[in-house]
């Protein structure tokens, strides 16, 4: 429990390029927070702190000195300028030289960056280490994610401010540095919660004894049914979303297999196609623009072009109208508008799977980790959950006629699900931020 003074309070996310699976996870505790402490300032730190400022508003701090739009120290006259910039050209021509002169900016610029994080969190009560893949190290590897916890981590409590890791949620970490910087984190903090016992035990067995819990992702504190439409579509033809996702994309993805991704866009093109010629609409959009867009863009291309072959082969329009439409989501209530209005979906993301149950969109998903298995198990674990690299069209076409026929049934389980899930998330809000009498 919190004092009902004014506190101020840190939230501290891989948030900033677009992900808005991360966008919905601060949208819901940010709300919550402030709820229960009306006068509570909250602030971010963020890989793009601009992003997080229009997408939340909140004041913003960079998460990494990367993250910073570092001024200039001098001016372009200074005759300092013309010292250093001789002595970057001598450096330049003498390998081991330049090697250490790099070292030792990079350790100066971070130090000096530790020093300003430090001075803010300082200010602060409590720093919220929040957000989904907070324990990962798909992205960059360990110096990555796991040292931006770490060091925000000991920092907090070198500034003596309260740490928590709220309902985060983790993956194996590939990395021995990784799992250090995982399992001093969160030794270091006052409280923690997972957002599935699937992470919790993945920390366990880092070796962290401290007494830890689990509750729901955040993103089920959302309020789903003011995105839901109330008037049906002018068209009699139902709607099914697809979201796809750049998964081994060499131009995005950390595994970089262009075979993989062919292989997984042929399969969602011959599903699509087999959706268009059963009479449904398709739309095609992303939970993480900067990651998926091209995913998108490549999955409409196909299904056009072979969608244009076969019409141009029978001399006839098997598909009447507009049929496919591509939407790159920018916030998440347009995200959740645009689901919506789809009558079924098709995801491989984790949060895409959460919009579905908040929405009660009866939804299959292909999946990349352990995380989306664990969000589909309420809906029958297996049933309509694949693997993204093994399924095959075949199976995910039976899925769908699956999932159309059990729909009303599916929804129902959606809904309790949500209730559930919501309802922990109260109670742990509760908990963690009702002030004090």
């Given at each position: 429990?919190?004092?009902?003074?004014?506190?101020?309070?840190?939230?501290?996310?891989?948030?900033?390029?677009?992900?808005?699976?991360?966008?919905?996870?601060?949208?819901?505790?940010?709300?919550?927070?402030?709820?229960?402490?009306?006068?509570?300032?909250?602030?971010?730190?963020?890989?793009?702190?601009?992003?997080?400022?229009?997408?939340?508003?909140?004041?913003?701090?960079?998460?990494?000195?990367?993250?910073?739009?570092?001024?200039?120290?001098?001016?372009?006259?200074d005759p300092r300028r013309k010292v250093t910039s001789a002595l970057t050209s001598v450096l330049s021509k003498v390998p081991v030289l330049r090697a250490v002169a790099r070292a030792v900016k990079n350790a100066v610029r971070e130090s000096l960056f530790l020093a300003r994080s430090y001075e803010v969190l300082k200010s602060l009560d409590l720093l919220i280490i929040s957000g989904g893949g907070q324990l990962c190290d798909l992205w960059g590897g360990a110096w990555a994610h796991p040292y931006n916890v770490f060091k925000f981590s000991v920092l907090a409590r070198l500034a003596g401010s309260r740490l928590y890791f709220l309902n985060v949620g983790a993956e194996p970490l590939e990395h021995r540095l990784s799992r250090f910087f995982a399992k001093s984190?969160?030794?270091?903090?006052?409280?923690?919660?997972?957002?599935?016992?699937?992470?919790?035990?993945?920390?366990?067995?880092?070796?962290?004894?401290?007494?830890?819990?689990?509750?729901?992702?955040?993103?089920?504190?959302?309020?789903?049914?003011?995105?839901?439409?109330?008037?049906?579509?002018?068209?009699?033809?139902?709607?099914?979303?697809?979201?796809?996702?750049?998964?081994?994309?060499?131009?995005?993805?950390?595994?970089?297999?262009?075979?993989?991704?062919?292989?997984?866009?042929?399969?969602?093109?011959?599903?699509?196609?087999?959706?268009?010629?059963?009479?449904?609409?398709?739309t095609l959009f992303t939970t993480s623009r900067g990651v998926d867009q091209y995913a998108v863009a490549d999955l409409k291309r196909r299904v056009v072009e072979r969608r244009a072959s076969s019409d141009s082969s029978t001399r006839s329009s098997t598909w009447p109208g507009e049929t496919v439409n591509e939407v790159l989501c920018e916030s998440v209530n347009e995200l959740l508008g645009v689901m919506s209005g789809c009558d079924f979906v098709v995801t491989s993301k984790y949060h895409g799977v959460i919009f579905c149950q908040l929405l009660m969109k009866p939804v299959i998903a292909l999946s990349y980790q352990k995380k989306i298995e664990v969000a589909m198990q309420p809906l029958g674990e297996g049933r309509f959950c694949a693997s993204i690299e093994h399924f095959e069209a075949d199976w995910l076409i039976d899925a769908f006629r699956s999932l159309v026929r059990d729909s009303e049934t599916i929804k129902a389980q959606e809904a309790a699900s949500v209730a559930a899930c919501a309802d922990t998330l109260r109670r742990q809000f509760d908990e963690l931020f009702s002030p004090r009498e």
């Open positions: 429990m919190c004092d009902g003074g004014s506190m101020r309070i840190g939230l501290l996310d891989a948030m900033g390029y677009g992900n808005l699976g991360d966008a919905a996870i601060q949208d819901s505790v940010i709300v919550n927070i402030q709820r229960r402490l009306p006068r509570a300032r909250v602030v971010g730190f963020s890989f793009v702190p601009e992003d997080t400022v229009k997408r939340h508003g909140i004041h913003c701090y960079p998460l990494t000195r990367h993250s910073q739009q570092d001024a200039a120290t001098t001016q372009p006259t984190a969160v030794r270091l903090a006052h409280y923690v919660s997972f957002r599935d016992a699937y992470s919790q035990t993945l920390v366990r067995r880092l070796g962290v004894k401290a007494e830890t819990s689990v509750h729901a992702d955040c993103a089920y504190g959302l309020e789903g049914t003011q995105y839901v439409q109330d008037t049906p579509s002018a068209s009699a033809r139902q709607i099914v979303g697809v979201n796809p996702m750049g998964f081994c994309d060499p131009r995005v993805w950390p595994r970089q297999e262009q075979s993989v991704y062919e292989s997984y866009l042929e399969k969602l093109t011959s599903f699509s196609l087999w959706l268009l010629q059963e009479g449904y609409h398709l």
